[in-house]
């Protein structure tokens, strides 16, 4: 490839007509359906198509649909939540769909039906922000706003953004990502108009940028490591979510493209290769760093995966930093989960066994009623150590496994963390600790699916930013 093909990319992870006409055809069922009921229940709404599909910007195999019943604003809140779960339910019931209910703001229901997963969520019909009155609402200002200004061409310029960004890993602006929104990747087209220029101007962001599509000049609202302003909400940053990492590998990825031949960028736009990956290779890997690496494992609550990995990723800077207070040298830290029922907190040391004695830092010499109590209260095993009394201590914990055990012991041992509040009863009661050995040992060989998945987060563990360099 002499030069890019981006249309022969483009065949390949955009959706064709067919998968688009199936899915505008479920959409435009259920929104019949929704409106027929509110219709024949004198509820007065009406459901609209929102989000990637009605503007026309998403990833084959990828087109989640959503659909928002939209209320009037003199709906109480209350109404809003039972009269929309109603009619989602009952459309559900009548389209013969699997149904779960989920959490946002408010309520919502996830259908299934035909293969496609349909989010039916309830919202204000507002015109502007001004009007929101619950967070889902600005959703339909979004909608309209894209479809408004951004033409087919750029669509698929923002087909290429987002398929890039996946294959980063920096699509998606859930918690557990804390990468870039699917809004933002079309402000980002509308502002840079192609998806080479995108990455051209993002290889020279700095931290405090500004996207002002609409000029509303309000940046110096705003902390973040990007900010954007909404075209649709003045007061609100699009790349809130947007975390400083995730921004980073954008940044360093885009340069490494953009030096790289047309052969290297083309895989770019694909998985890794990941044929050798396998526990062998994964465990050799890990002993030739010659560290020591251990696994805490602890169920999952049951609640939004969204609520639980900030808990997870709470409680990993934590336990680091308590380990480290006692004089652990640690290399890196991760967590992991399968997201049905299993948690897991990664940490890998460079000492994990500590000396027998430690040091406790006195008061300077100088002082002398402060001298005369630190020895009252330490008797003979203190000295002078340049200008401080130091008192020699035996340690109470030599391994991370002997403080780990202590902390996870009982519920008042556990308080010396900041431990997310709903994984506090599974860490304490089910918590298991394994070296990395032993739990890749351990395996579970009748799930090759949650194996791999885990392999995978091992391989990236082991090989920060494969996916920004290829």
Known sequence: MSNMDYKAILNEIKPNEAEKNEILDISNEIISKINQIASEEEIICEAKLVGSVAKETFLKGNGDIDIFISFSLNTSIDDLKEKGLFLAHKTAIELNADVVEKYASHPYLTIYINGQEVDIVPCYDIENSDQIKSAVDRTILHTEYIKKHLNADQKDEVILLKKFMKEIGVYGSEFKVGGFAGYLCEMLILKYETFKNTLIQ??????????????????????????????????????????????????????????????KRLSFFYPLNRKNISKDFILNSFNNRESKTILISFSLPKMAMDNVYPQISKTTQSLKNKLEDIGFKIIYTSFWSDEKAIGLILIEFDSWRLSKYDENIGPKIYYKTACEEFIEAHGDNVFLKNQFLVQKKERKFRTPEDLINFIFKNEENIKILKIGKDLKNSILNEYKLFSINEFLDNLDENNPENDENFLFFLDDYLNPSQHLKR
């Open 202 to 263: 993002s290889s020279k962001w700095r931290y405090n940028g500004v996207i002002d599509l609409e000029d509303h000049k309000t940046f110096k609202l705003f902390k973040d490591p990007l900010i954007a302003i909404d075209p649709t909400d003045k007061n609100r940053n699009v790349g809130a979510a947007l975390s400083l990492e995730k921004m980073n590998d954008f940044v360093f990825a885009s340069r490494n493209y953009l030096s790289s031949d047309d052969d």
